[in-house]
């Protein structure tokens, strides 16, 4: 059979997304030290980091301010996942908060950002002779990013839903305006179905934003312009499908629906498009807050996301067709059994 | 010609709605009575967010019941001659411009009244030119919107319970843009920062305007 080769398409991409999306591990990164500010004199801490490899390559161990280093004393590796370092910290840091970074040459650099509130400011440390290594790490590995951590694969299925909702509309869209056109039947079918498989699509999104919205931001649900334009499109569309219940012939009901999907397709693409720019949002991509792609959005994470998008815009349509389908059956069967 | 048309019809509506003064007294009534029993519920107001979010809501159902009747007090007859002698988009234009105007007037009624009862305290410090225009703009604005979901409504033959389900997701948007439009009007703040919202609330109301003058023709044909 010719032309499925797009189905066995999607297919593979989504197994490649399930197997390397869950499977490739988060970089390594520095999570957590054991006090939080520090002041003139000696200190010993401890550090906790995430996927590090410390026990096999001692790490480089030092402190930074506001570009000047000051490398520790000792360093005692305790595991995999755990160092202890030693520092003499001089008097006449900068700026109060002071950075903790390692590197090992499986790792490369890690760092926890403004660990400590630095006490003992002055004008500027007298730099020691501190040389640190920045051979990066070689690994295939998803960036490690706090806040986000391990939920950062959640971009490989919430953001395509969004896609393919999308994708389905616009299918939608155009069905609707092959039944306003000729008033053709067929079309309104294919609107409804693609209707109902988007919202499928929406729902998904839904939860698994919702998920990440409660792993992130730490709620469920926020306020905010993305949300509330996400809302307004499910509204939108149950909206279309009791209009439609409440019409029983098909020719009207096919042009109803219609003219009401043109209008509100229109609205709410120009709704989702403009507002989330005009205001403040956690969300990324509007507001002033960058999408991924503009530096979260690193080669590794492309590799896997780009084939997601794909691949679950594919899997919609192939749903799509699937339901498109079945319900001109059934109503054949339906017209044929004289119900 | 199509301008002449246009005219001709608004004249038209204006006398339809001289004729039944009630249709303007049930919407003045409305308003007045939904200000009076929120202010039993809150008497003065002072809070800014607040004072600005009641106001919109309550002329969000002010314009669903003033423009639930738009193609509904019309028999199916009279409709059917209306249809003969003019051209559906002309009486979609006439009709989208004439509530415009109605709920401009109504919206700023409205807000007169609201001050009264409800207390103008949040207006001390607004810049109320913006202010008023984003009123003008934004009640205008859900009159463009609901015009066409009202001949939706009546067409499916289901009336003003179906107009709220269809409208208000679609209102939704602009609803929540006024209201932020307005809220910085009331804080004080310039064209610099409120101008934008009041530009995309326009291009929201063409764009709306555009559309019923594309849709309206397949909706009025049997």
């Known amino acids: 059979m010719k032309g499925w080769w797009w189905k066995l398409l999607s297919v593979v991409l989504l197994l490649y997304v399930v197997i390397v999306g869950l499977g490739t591990p988060l970089g390594p990164a520095l999570v957590h030290a054991s006090i939080d500010r520090i002041a003139p004199g000696p200190i010993s801490l401890e550090a906790t980091g995430y996927n590090t490899h410390f026990a096999a390559n001692t790490p480089e161990v030092w402190l930074e301010n506001d570009g000047q280093r000051v490398c520790a004393t000792d360093v005692k590796v305790l595991s995999d996942v755990q160092f202890s370092a030693d520092f003499n910290v001089p008097e006449g840091f900068r700026t109060n908060l002071t950075s903790l970074w390692a590197w090992d040459a499986a790792d490369g650099q890690v760092v926890l950002r403004e660990a400590f509130f630095t006490q003992g400011l002055g004008t500027g440390i007298a730099q020691d002779d501190c040389v640190v290594s920045d051979a990066a790490r070689t690994s295939f590995a998803f960036p490690n990013r706090s806040i986000l951590n391990e939920t950062i694969r959640n971009l490989f299925f919430h953001v395509p839903m969004w896609f393919t909702m999308m994708v389905l509309m616009t299918i939608a869209f155009w069905q609707s305006l092959l039944v306003l056109r000729s008033g053709d039947l067929v079309a309104d079918g294919k609107a409804l179905s693609a209707v109902d498989v988007s919202l499928l699509f929406a729902a998904l999104g839904l939860i698994t934003g919702s998920i990440w919205a409660r792993a992130t931001w730490g709620g469920w649900w926020t306020s905010d312009p993305k949300l509330n334009g996400a809302a307004v499109t499910v509204l939108i569309y149950a909206a279309y499908l009791i209009l439609r219940g409440s019409v029983p012939d098909p020719h009207k009901r096919a042009r109803l629906a219609a003219i009401y999907n043109i209008f509100a397709y229109v609205l709410m693409m120009v709704f989702i498009m403009v507002l989330p720019r005009l205001t403040d949002s956690l969300h990324p991509g509007s507001g002033g807050n960058p999408a991924f792609n503009q530096y979260d959005l690193d080669s590794t994470l492309r590799a896997v996301f780009y084939p997601a998008v794909m691949g679950w815009i594919l899997l919609g349509i192939w749903a799509y067709t699937l339901h498109q389908r079945t319900a001109r059956l059934r109503s054949i069967y339906d017209e044929a059994n004289d119900r | ?222």
């Open chain 2, 1 to 222: 010609m199509r301008t002449a048309e246009i005219a001709h019809l608004l004249k038209l509506e204006w006398q339809l709605d001289r004729r039944q003064k009630h249709a303007w007294g049930s919407m003045a009534l409305y308003v007045v009575s939904t200000i009076y029993v929120c202010y039993q519920g809150v008497r003065h107001l002072f809070d800014i967010p607040i004072w600005n979010a009641l106001f919109w809501i309550i002329l969000l159902f002010a314009a669903f019941n003033a423009l639930g009747r738009s193609f509904q007090r019309e028999n199916t007859g009279r409709q059917l001659y209306l249809y003969t002698l003019a051209s559906p988009r002309s009486v979609v234009l006439a009709r989208t411009i004439y509530n415009g105007i109605t709920m401009g007037v109504l919206s700023l009624l409205s807000l007169g009244a609201y001050a009264l009862f409800i207390g103008s305290s949040p207006m001390n410090d607004a810049r109320l030119d913006i202010f008023l225009l984003v009123v003008i703009v934004g009640g205008i604005g859900f009159a463009l919107v609901l015009t066409l979901i009202s001949a939706l409504a009546a067409r499916a033959g289901n009336g003003v319970g179906l107009m709220a389900i269809l409208g208000f997701p679609i209102v939704l948007p602009m609803l929540l843009s006024v209201m932020k439009a307005s809220k910085l009007a009331l804080d004080g703040l310039g064209w610099d920062i409120t101008g934008k919202y009041v530009l995309w609330l326009v291009l929201i109301d063409l764009i709306t305007v555009a559309l019923a003058w594309l849709l309206f023709p397949y909706l009025w044909r049997d």
